[in-house]
């Protein structure tokens, strides 16, 4: 592995930024989501099954900055959903390479539900596939897949993962 | 015609009023499930299990699912579909746990009995013992222990399945109108596969139909929608049926996002709405005439959904009472540009277990089943454009769901 990925300052700036990804979401800001991306990034939620087989269909999907500007507005005004947290558990965060400033990354993650009746349920569980790179010294996401093992959404998945 | 059914605990009785009540009851009860999986699922109906290019290759097969009851979608080495049932004939394992592969038979891994993909029994281990001790008795026939058979019909490359051999022939099943609406989609261009996605719907699978079959609701429900013309009771639609009434297509036009007359009582209508990367929403006229939507139900098992450019196979697969799978197969065609596809993959963002407009749905059907699962002895009320269960030119109507009641009280013999 080379110096830089083993480099501690670096490790802990990528690990902050997933820090900082989950606590976003997970007390509901959901307008500093986008804020965590560059302009043109890709995002999106997609079945491992559909990502292992080359298929691209993804039940989220967001190509640029202003698309997860819309997804947020969209559960801010139009989307009709039973109140619930949600709470990301990210973890087995590795830098797997840099290439000319971008790094990739891979995490596992848990998103936990909790809806007002029930017990807390596992949403969805997968592994983050990510590339990130630095905007005025901060990193952002340029892409961030989210690839799910969990194939059948129990009801309905209304915030990111 | 009001029978009681007698396999249950309680006997129910439909509401001596008709199809425009609907008793909570068949929502819930054990006895009514059991009885659909037998009469509606696996009696006379055309059951939709995949579509053809999925299996794409001699040897490809998928998982797919009639009613609750587990099969398999396989593509022989002749390159006919065939579609068996995942259950060994010897002691009932399910031997196909793969979602999707590529085989040339099918082994049991308990006692490796051993199938072709048409699902003869072809191999039999130790059929005849070890040293002339055991093994299967002398009358033992491979050839009547095969794997049950569903009878097979190609659309185009939708694929339909059925447990009983004597259902009549498919295009006879659909009827003239829905069968057109279905060949407008599967119109014989060879179909590209975008992806699947899954979601397990806590409501009866019942209640997925009647949102379907209810134009009504997506205009006041569905603000994303009306707000950007893509369902709109302004705009010319219809709701239409075979002549049985046991399948429907809601019909409907794009309008403008403009507010008017129509749109007054939808005061959830924002036309202000308006989207940072309207990329999202870029549909290209695909079709002839002027339609931009046409959902269809089709008995028992199948939604196909034609909104803008987004086409998919919503299959419905029950489990149990108060749960159903919906699993959705993506697709467009295999002559479609790259910039087609991305239309297709972004318009996605709307339906599946993630969608803008769909998690409304999803939602809302388990706040039904939330509710009436208390309340078996109370009726739904059905009477948004009459009592009738005739074609409508509008969409302020709930008659496609009365039609659907009319025949699955036939069949259910309630």
């Known amino acids: 592995m080379s110096k830089l990925l083993l480099d501690p300052i670096l490790r802990f700036e990528v690990e902050d930024l997933y820090s900082e990804y989950a606590d976003v979401l997970d007390t509901e800001q959901f307008e500093r989501w986008p804020e965590l991306f560059t302009e043109d990034a890709f995002y999106d939620v997609i079945p491992r099954e559909n990502y292992e087989r080359d298929m691209p269909l993804a039940i989220m999907r967001c190509e640029s900055r202003a698309m997860m500007q819309d997804r947020v507005r969209a559960i801010r005004e139009t989307l009709m959903f039973e109140p619930r947290y949600i709470r990301h558990l990210i973890s087995s965060i590795r830098i797997t390479s840099e290439d000319d400033g971008t790094l990739s990354v891979t995490a596992n993650y848990a998103v936990l539900e909790t809806l007002t009746d029930e017990m807390t349920k596992i949403l969805n569980a997968g592994r983050y596939v990510d590339r990130l790179v630095r905007e005025n010294e901060e990193f952002r996401f340029k892409e961030k897949r989210c690839v799910y093992d969990s194939s059948v959404v129990p009801n309905s998945l209304v915030y990111p993962v | ?414």
């Open chain 2, 1 to 414: 015609m009001t029978a009681p059914a007698t396999d249950n605990m309680l006997e129910r009785r439909w509401p001596e009023a008709g199809i425009h009540q609907v008793p909570y009851w068949i929502y819930t009860d054990p006895g009514i499930y059991q009885r659909e999986m037998e009469r509606i699922f696996c009696g006379k109906s055309w059951n939709y299990v995949a579509l053809g290019a999925e299996v794409p290759n001699p040897g490809d097969y998928k998982r797919s699912w009639v009613g609750d009851r587990p099969v398999v979608v396989t593509r022989d080495q002749d390159g006919e579909i065939n579609v068996v049932v995942n259950r060994c004939a010897h002691r009932g394992v399910q031997f196909c746990k793969q979602n999707y592969g590529n085989t040339k038979e099918f082994i049991c891994p308990y006692h490796q009995w051993t199938y072709d993909l048409k699902g003869n029994l072809i191999g039999v281990p130790l059929r005849r013992g070890i040293k002339k001790k055991g093994g299967m008795p002398d009358d033992f026939r491979r050839e009547e222990h095969g794997l049950d058979i569903l009878k097979v019909h190609n659309h185009n490359g939708a694929i339909f399945a059925t447990f009983d051999h004597n259902t009549e022939p498919y295009k006879d099943f659909l009827g003239e109108t829905i069968y057109g609406y279905m060949d407008r989609v599967f119109d014989g261009r060879e179909l590209k596969i975008l992806g699947n996605s899954r979601q397990l719907i806590p409501s009866n699978w019942k209640l997925m139909f009647e949102n379907l079959k209810d134009p009504y609701h997506a205009t006041l429900l569905h603000v994303f929608l009306i707000s950007f013309g893509l369902f709109r009771g302004d705009m010319k639609s219809a709701s239409v049926m075979d002549e049985s009434g046991r399948h429907a297509a809601l019909v409907n036009r794009r309008g403008e996002q403009r507010a008017n007359q129509g749109t007054a009582e939808m005061t959830r209508m924002n036309e202000n709405y308006s989207l940072s990367d309207p990329r999202l929403l870029q549909p290209e006229k695909e079709y002839d005439g002027d339609v931009t939507v046409v959902m269809q139900t089709l008995w028992p098992n199948l939604i196909m959904q034609q909104q803008s450019n987004s086409l998919a196979m919503r299959h419905i697969i029950p489990r149990g009472p108060e749960n159903f799978e919906l699993a959705w197969t993506f697709f467009g065609y295999a002559d479609d540009d790259e910039e087609m596809d991305r239309r297709r993959l972004r318009q996605a963002n709307l339906m599946g277990p993630a969608g803008l407009v769909s998690i409304d749905d999803s939602e809302v059907l388990k706040m039904s089943q939330d509710s009436i699962a208390f309340y078996p002895e109370e009726d739904g009320l059905y009477e948004m454009g009459g009592r009738g269960t005739e074609d409508h030119d509008h969409i302020v109507t709930e008659t496609a769901i009365r039609a659907f009641y009319k025949v699955y009280r036939e069949v259910m013999r309630l």
